[in-house]
């Protein structure tokens, strides 16, 4: 072969080679190819937190306190010698006096027809059923009785008798006395629980009732508040939400009632 033949066939060959390495490289990718990144797609903002107000709860009307009935007479034999057996369980000490029912069939706080010949007796704050033992101060007569309807609501006394009641402890005749309370008996606690409200008056005009029942209403939102009249008079009674004691302590030692005063008691 010549020289020029020569020459021409390494040409070819070297061709064939070049072509052959890219090829390969096509097919196999290069180490020195820079390979091209996908940018992450972008996440969507996170939704806006818009603050909804809570819907208006409707008002939830007073719960009605259930009847505790008392037995015939007010106090049993039963009564009388658990008191003999035990000691009191709380002493309190103020003026009591007696009271009657301004019309014909009334019905207690305990839900029960009021009855002037029954050894029972009114109480703003001890439990509804309460068994107590009176004993007047001036006189040393003394007898026992049960709680059964709410009062008295006049200031610097503690309890409202029946006349039967009265007459036991030497309080008809004179009207007031200062008396002893013992309590022996409650159904419930005296000192947790409970549902309470604030009884506000006594008003001597209806308008007056009602003007501080809309303040009321402006300033409890959530309490139930009535007026009604009473004997020759007007009263406003606030519960507040849940019958709840503190917010009737609460309430009754800040409301100023123009007339009357505010007196916290208990319903149960």
């Avoid at 309190?92 to 069939?105: D, R, V």
């Avoid at 039967?164 to 947790?192: C, F, H, M, Q, W």
């Amino acid at each position: 072969m010549s020289a020029a033949g020569a020459y021409w066939k390494g040409i070819a060959r070297w061709l064939c080679a070049a072509g052959l390495t890219a090829a390969m490289l096509g097919a196999n990718g290069c180490g020195h190819r820079q390979q091209v990144q996908t940018p992450p797609q972008a996440l969507p903002p996170p939704p806006q937190q818009v603050y909804v107000p809570p819907e208006t709860q409707p008002s939830v009307p007073a719960m009605r306190i259930p009847p505790t009935p008392a037995p015939s007479g007010g106090v049993t034999a039963e009564d009388l010698d658990y008191i003999a057996t035990h000691r009191p369980i709380l002493t309190q000490e103020g003026y009591a006096t007696w009271y009657t029912a301004p019309y014909k069939g009334r019905r207690s706080a305990n839900g029960q027809v009021f009855d002037d010949f029954a050894m029972t007796a009114a109480h703003r704050t001890l439990p509804m059923g309460a068994v107590i033992q009176v004993t007047n101060l001036e006189t040393g007569q003394s007898a026992a009785m049960r709680i059964t309807d709410r009062g008295p609501f006049v200031e610097d006394r503690i309890l409202d008798m029946t006349i039967a009641s009265a007459k036991a402890t030497g309080v008809y005749r004179a009207g007031l006395a200062r008396v002893r309370i013992d309590v022996y008996e409650t159904p419930k606690s005296i000192n947790t629980g409970g549902r309470w409200c604030v009884q506000i008056g006594a008003f001597h005009s209806e308008s007056a009732a009602l003007k501080l029942k809309e303040e009321l209403l402006r300033r409890y939102a959530d309490a139930n508040v009535i007026e009604f009249p009473g004997e020759k008079s007007y009263w406003v009674r606030i519960r507040p939400e849940g019958d709840d004691r503190r917010t009737a302590e609460y309430i009754a030692q800040h409301v100023q009632p123009s007339e009357g005063e505010a007196y916290l008691t208990r319903l149960d």
